[in-house]
């Protein structure tokens, strides 16, 4: 645990699965000002948790893009620090304990579902969705019979491992959202801890490594904020503390539509390359985040004095269709 447990402690927590884009900037760019407005330290983590999708390369780039846009951390993988290692990858054998103890406990339930049988259960007439437009899992598998399971593993059926939910509405304030209530059933009901392949799920990786971490206040985009009452619920069965909470509205294209992979053009890579400079970046996102009158180059350690989450809007950030243009014009 860190020495400083009162101060405040943030955290970048890239997942680096691709390169960072101009939300990503954003999302980085806020929660950097959130903590360092405030004296407080900041933690890179890498969330290299799923295998499947994270390659050495993008987390180089990714800390490479940070560190052209201005954003420094405390502890982080190339830095090291007191509750190092700071990629998931590296920390798995915490969270096979932390779930071996929901096991033990009896809060998890082995869920052989494929992916065709929940969209199925989905498609069921009283199915209900979840917040996020998902559909929550209505708890199929927790009642099963051991006979039913073994039948199950002598077919070679893989599953994975939920958490037994509680008919729970999670209440808490967020920074920039405001005041939330969302029941565990409108976050997507039993999430997954484990997948059937062996990954641990993010909720899980997360929760433990906010804690481990020490962090106090967790800034990210919106999102995530349907994640936020699962990891809460987490917390409280492994008696964990729970940082603060602040979801950003998010930063869309001139189409409304959510900066992604597609968005080649608006990555930092390519936005660098092409001569547009970090001040340029950080005075446009400092000046969409209300933080600056007009939109002129700046360090991003210029936008911490004043800063305020409680100051945000709420209303996503919708980027106009030249906005390489316009960054190219700023420098
Ligand atoms: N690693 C997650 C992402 O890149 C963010 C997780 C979080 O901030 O809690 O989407």
Request: charged fraction near 25%.
């Amino acid at each position: 645990m860190p020495s400083t447990q009162s101060a405040v402690r943030g955290r970048l927590a890239p997942s680096p699965t691709g390169q960072l884009h101009l939300g990503n900037a954003w999302a980085f760019l806020l929660a950097w000002l959130a903590a360092r407005a405030q004296g407080g330290q900041v933690v890179l983590r890498m969330e290299d948790i799923d295998p499947d999708r994270s390659r050495p390369d993008f987390a180089r780039e990714i800390m490479r893009d940070l560190r052209w846009l201005g954003l420094d951390w405390d502890e982080g993988p190339d830095l090291g620090g007191p509750c190092g290692p700071y990629e998931q990858g590296a920390r798995l054998g915490r969270y096979a304990e932390a779930l071996d103890a929901l096991d033990a406990a009896g809060r998890t339930y082995p869920c052989f579902c494929t992916r065709k049988e929940l969209r199925e259960l989905a498609g069921a007439p009283h199915a209900h969705v979840a917040g996020d437009g998902s559909p929550a899992y209505p708890g199929t598998c927790g009642r099963l019979t051991a006979a039913e399971r073994e039948e199950l593993l002598r077919q070679g059926r893989r599953a994975c491992l939920r958490l037994r939910c509680d008919d729970l509405s999670i209440v808490f304030d967020d920074a920039v959202a405001g005041p939330q209530r969302l029941t565990l059933e409108e976050c997507g009901g039993d999430f997954a801890l484990r997948r059937s392949d062996g990954v641990f799920a993010y909720q899980l990786a997360v929760v433990l490594d906010d804690a481990a971490m020490g962090i106090t206040q967790v800034v990210r985009g919106n999102d995530i904020l349907t994640s936020t009452p699962r990891q809460i619920f987490l917390q409280r069965l492994l008696g964990l503390p729970q940082p603060q909470y602040a979801h950003l509205p998010l930063v869309l294209d001139h189409q409304g539509e959510r900066l992604a992979k597609r968005h080649q053009s608006l990555t930092l890579a390519r936005l660098r390359d092409s001569g547009i400079g970090a001040g340029a970046v950080c005075g446009y996102l400092g000046w969409r985040a209300g933080l600056l009158d007009a939109p002129r180059p700046v360090a991003a350690a210029e936008l911490a004095s004043g800063f305020s989450l409680a100051a945000l809007r709420a209303e996503p950030v919708v980027l106009p269709e030249d906005i390489a243009r316009v960054l190219a014009g700023l420098g």
